[in-house]
């Protein structure tokens, strides 16, 4: 046994120091960025925040919002191969700023996915994410090795908190590592295994752990407010994912209740016992539910919380002088909060 006596930051640890600047307005600030990637040879521009894989948040109601800013939805995956080829026929979903996810399962049909598109002359998603809770397993960095092979998509992997795993799978083929394992809202993998890593210092480790490889990280979990997506990017992250944030919503997933005339809308984790019941019909005895089921206040339209952390992050540039989301670490110092 060991301990590692380093202390760690979650969000609510810090806050960002402000700077003297020469930006004159948050109408400056530029929040799009492009990309290329260590292995695929294709390049995407647009601003960085995406919507988790979670039947609640990576619908295809969102992703047709989410287009109107140019970021990107994680299509959840559990969606037929008719009901993606209904929204890509409709032109709801822009597939520039979409990803298919893929479980460990579902990548043995990825080919098929891809195929089946191809034969009915269908647009395909740009991105691939392979998404397992478990991300330290020989298993999955075949896999990753696996898909690489077969497509040129941009490769998103995950979930991982190390440094060493995250430069693991970029050297296995993925183009951008996903990091985050147990800061999500509705997780509870830190009560139930003891597992975790604080959000923040995941990210910073893990970022420049990814950045020596050109590689890059997306941080998954742990937002829960605009000011936390700006501490992610100013922590390194090149993509933040946000999942409760965006449930609760009139494009959300999830099942709308009334109670005491105030409107809630269902939001779950997708290994709670809600989602093993939805879509395995039953809890295998040997594991542990590791998320909850909660009801969020119904929230609306999903506009205007799109705009709120927009602006968050435009305010956020423009007291530490970025000009645009990439300069954001390069400007941000963290102050740690007494507590
Ligand atoms: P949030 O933005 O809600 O804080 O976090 C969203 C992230 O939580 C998802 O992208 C995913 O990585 C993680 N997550 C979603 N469902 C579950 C679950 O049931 N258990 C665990 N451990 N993590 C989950």
């Not at 039947?55 to 047709?64: L, M, P, V, W």
């Not at 890509?88 to 996810?101: F, K, P, R, W």
Request: charged share 25%; glycine share 10%.
């Amino acid at each position: 046994m060991r301990v590692d006596r380093d202390f760690k930051l979650d969000f609510d640890d810090v806050l960002i120091r402000p700077k003297r600047s020469t930006l004159s307005s948050r109408r400056l600030v530029d929040l799009n960025r492009k990309f290329e990637f260590r292995h695929s040879n294709e390049t995407w521009e647009g601003i960085p925040v995406i919507a988790a894989n979670m039947d609640t948040t990576g619908t295809f109601e969102i992703a047709e919002s989410l287009k109107k800013e140019k970021m990107l939805t994680a299509i959840h995956k559990f969606y037929s191969l008719d009901q993606w080829a209904k929204a890509i026929n409709s032109n709801q979903i822009d597939l520039e700023h979409c990803a298919v996810t893929f479980g460990v399962e579902e990548a043995e049909n990825a080919e098929e996915f891809f195929d089946y598109l191809e034969k009915n002359n269908l647009n395909k998603p740009k991105f691939i994410c392979l998404d397992v809770a478990n991300g330290y397993t020989e298993l999955f960095l075949d896999l990753v090795k696996k898909i690489r092979s077969k497509f040129d998509n941009p490769l998103i992997a995950g979930n991982v908190v190390t440094g060493e795993m995250t430069e693991a799978l970029i050297l296995a083929g993925a183009d951008i590592v996903k990091i985050g394992i147990g800061p999500g809202s509705v997780c509870t993998t830190r009560t139930v295994t003891g597992v975790g890593y604080p959000q923040l210092s995941a990210i910073i480790e893990c970022a420049d752990a990814a950045h020596g490889l050109r590689g890059h990280v997306i941080s998954d979990g742990g937002c829960s407010k605009p000011g936390d997506v700006a501490k992610a990017f100013g922590a390194g992250a090149d993509f933040v994912m946000l999942g409760g944030m965006f449930a609760g919503h009139e494009e959300s997933g999830g099942e709308l209740i009334e109670k005491d005339g105030k409107k809630y809308k269902q939001f779950y984790g997708m290994s709670s016992d809600t989602a093993m019941e939805r879509y395995y019909g039953d809890i295998k005895n040997y594991r542990a539910s590791e998320g909850e089921t909660i009801a969020l206040e119904y929230k609306g339209p999903i506009d205007k919380t799109i705009q709120q952390i927009l602006g968050g992050l435009r305010s956020a540039a423009t007291y530490v002088g970025a000009k645009d989301i990439k300069n954001l670490p390069k400007c941000t110092t963290f102050i740690l909060k007494y507590k």
